[in-house]
């Protein structure tokens, strides 16, 4: 039972506009979400995160949505960059802190 | 944001023999650390929760007794996978937690033969 997706297991986004990734999860208990970014054969980098009772969470060129009532949250990378180019995993959690459940993961492409 | 280090990076061992992991906060105290495993190409699978002083606590489906966890310090939580067997050839990953987030170790490929 997969509770938390990821549908796009790929994205190819023109570098310098916005890519934006997609996740969906079933559990309504879920109240903490994050972003990782992670490259192949190394540990996910915390990008940013969430607490259910936002919407939005801002920090630079990422931005996070968050859509309780559809259970749905997004991230927006605008200006896309080549360096941005990396397998995306977000992640929820019961309580902040708290043991994550992962996606499945995007994989985005940022074309120079 | 807080650092986490794994030692091996790589290992590759013979079925039957067992393997330890090492994960070290190493600019912050982890009461908690966590242990994730990562086959290819699909995501990362929770294994056990890491508490100092305290029994690890095991996600349903992974076997305790062989994947041993010891906690004995803050900074340091140690994986040992007995008698491993081809089947347990993975990307290991621990994490430690500051406040609200986790931040995780680089990872350990092991590759049983």
């Known amino acids: 039972d997969q509770q938390v997706k990821q549908n796009s297991p790929s994205l190819s986004v023109q570098e310098g506009r916005i890519s934006i990734l997609n996740c969906d999860y079933t559990n309504s208990m879920f109240d903490y979400f994050l972003w990782y970014k992670k490259y192949p054969a190394e540990g996910p980098t915390f990008l940013i995160s969430?607490?259910?009772?936002?919407d939005k969470n801002e920090d630079g060129r990422f931005t996070v949505f968050l859509n309780k009532s559809a259970k749905h949250l997004s991230l927006h990378i605008v200006p896309s960059q080549p360096g941005d180019s990396a397998v995306y995993f977000c992640?929820?959690?019961?309580?902040?802190?708290?043991?994550?459940?992962f996606g499945t993961g995007t994989r985005l492409a940022v074309r120079p | 944001g807080a650092v986490v280090s794994q030692h091996p990076s790589r290992v590759i061992c013979k079925s039957g023999t067992s393997v330890k992991i090492e994960c070290r906060s190493l600019d912050f105290q982890a009461t908690t650390m966590f242990w994730y495993r990562q086959f290819p190409k699909q995501s990362l699978m929770l294994m056990a929760t890491s508490n100092e002083g305290s029994k690890a606590t095991y996600e349903q489906g992974v076997e305790k007794d062989k994947f041993l966890i010891n906690h004995a310090s803050l900074t340091l939580s140690t994986l040992t996978v007995t008698s491993a067997h081809p089947e347990d050839s993975s990307f290991y990953i621990c994490s430690g937690r500051v406040e609200d987030t986790q931040y995780f170790g680089p990872g350990t490929r092991l590759t049983v033969l």
């Open positions: 992640a929820a959690s019961g309580s902040s802190g708290d043991k994550l459940t």
């Open positions: 969430i607490s259910s009772i936002k």
